[in-house]
């Protein structure tokens, strides 16, 4: 079929070629690669992050402290987690119940009731 023709000669087309085309198709002007590359160049972005008020994105492995030393430190300064006996003992015997838990010897042959 015909589309398998122009599909092959887009294909084998460059990039700026098939822009070229489609700004050609859609009477769009065209636009040199030189001006897209403004983009990349370092000290234009850096006018455009001070204009726009924006900074760069942290990176995510420095949002996570791994480090011992820094996580002892905000152990230190917040605590640590509370854990409440009624709720520990709640999880015990639910985990009792549902045989998530070893049982000890003396009830093996009771069965839990409900």
């Not at 942290?58 to 030393?69: I, S, V, Y």
């Not at 006996?85 to 549902?98: D, G, I, N, V």
Request: proline share 8%.
């Amino acid at each position: 079929p015909a589309t398998d023709a122009s599909t092959a000669a887009i294909l084998q087309c460059s990039d700026e070629e098939r822009l070229r085309r489609r700004a050609e198709r859609f009477g769009l002007p065209v636009k040199p690669a030189a001006e897209k590359s403004d983009l990349q160049d370092p000290s234009k972005v850096k006018k455009r992050m001070e204009r726009f008020g924006t900074t760069p994105a942290p990176l995510a492995t420095d949002a996570a402290e791994t480090n011992p030393e820094a996580l002892k430190k905000r152990a230190e300064r917040f605590g640590t987690a509370l854990v409440d006996p009624a709720e520990e003992e709640k999880k015990r015997k639910r985990a009792e119940r549902f045989g998530l838990l070893s049982k000890p010897s003396g009830e093996e042959g009771k069965k839990a009731k409900v």
